[in-house]
């Protein structure tokens, strides 16, 4: 049983989410909610869709990293999208899905700091910090289902820590929740509901063309993207640079020596 208040919640916010969590899925414990909404999806499941669990015995981050989900103690859930159904055509179904993780960092972060006023940032490409050095508060996973070069559809998975039992002692220094920066429990089915109303909200502008206005906002969510020292490891071995931004597909711009280059994918460590 989801909790009794989140209906009363996903009411207060139904202009502003569209068919996000018209039907919702909660899972007393799953391994994913990435994979129980990937599953849903490839069986039909309509745009929107969300997974929400107490606990995962699987979960994951990017780069093949676990992301640990203890019952009760962060926000697990999954929203099925489909970008390519009933709207734009192939091309800016891409540009759509290419963005979402940005678009999802938005959205995440403006629901946190609506329901608790705390000065969430984005560290790009998926992470949700908080203070400096940044400590992560969430995570997000976007991952896309493609049958001939065609996008089928997107799921989009957050894990936010709610309380500290959500993230393993040995991350302390690195991680934290929204207990721990508030000093008292949180209204978790409020951020729920906020959140899905901003991504609700970010779906739609990147839907209907607006990405630039997504894209400023995520620039202003996110200090670290200018001027931030980074490295990372590339074919040609270890590459140092400073950050300068993002550019309109959401790719890292870096100031490598004289010349700039572009980061989509992979890990960049931060200094
Ligand atoms: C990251 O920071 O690397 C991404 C973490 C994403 C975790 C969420 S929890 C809900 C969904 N199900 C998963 O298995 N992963 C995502």
Redesign the pocket.
Do not use: C
């Given at each position: 049983m989801p909790p009794l208040d989140l209906d009363a919640a996903l009411a207060r916010v139904a202009s502003r989410r569209g068919v996000l969590g018209e039907r919702l899925v909660y899972l007393v414990e799953t391994?994913?909610?990435?994979?129980a909404a990937a599953t849903l999806a490839a069986r039909g499941a309509a745009e929107g869709t969300v997974v929400l669990?107490e606990a995962?015995t699987?979960?994951?981050?990017?780069?093949g990293?676990t992301?640990h989900?203890p019952a009760g103690a962060?926000l697990?859930?999954?929203v099925v999208f489909r970008p390519a159904a009933g709207g734009p055509g192939g091309g800016a179904a891409a540009d759509v899905a290419r963005l979402m993780t940005l678009m999802a960092g938005v959205a995440v972060a403006d629901g946190i700091r609506r329901v608790t006023g705390l000065p969430v940032d984005i560290k790009w490409p998926?992470?949700l910090v908080v203070g400096r050095p940044p400590r992560?508060l969430?995570?997000?996973?976007a991952e896309a289902s493609t049958v001939s070069g065609r996008i089928e559809f997107v799921i989009l998975?957050?894990?936010l820590n709610l309380a500290p039992a959500a993230y393993p002692p040995d991350i302390a220094d690195r991680a934290t929740s929204l207990e721990s920066e508030l000093g008292r429990g949180v209204d978790a089915v409020a951020v729920l509901a906020e959140t899905l109303a901003a991504l609700g909200e970010g779906y739609a502008d990147l839907k209907q063309g607006r990405a630039r206005e997504m894209l400023d906002r995520w620039r202003a969510l996110a200090p670290f993207a200018q001027g931030s020292a980074v490295e990372w490891e590339s074919p040609r071995g270890l590459v140092r640079g400073t950050t300068e931004g993002i550019d309109e597909e959401g790719a890292l711009v870096v100031r490598v020596g004289n010349r700039r280059e572009r980061v989509i994918a992979g890990e960049v460590h931060w200094h």
């Open positions: 391994p994913s909610t990435n994979d669990a995962q699987q979960g994951r981050g990017r780069l990293r992301w989900s962060g697990y859930l999954s998926n992470d992560k969430a995570g997000l996973l998975g957050i894990g």
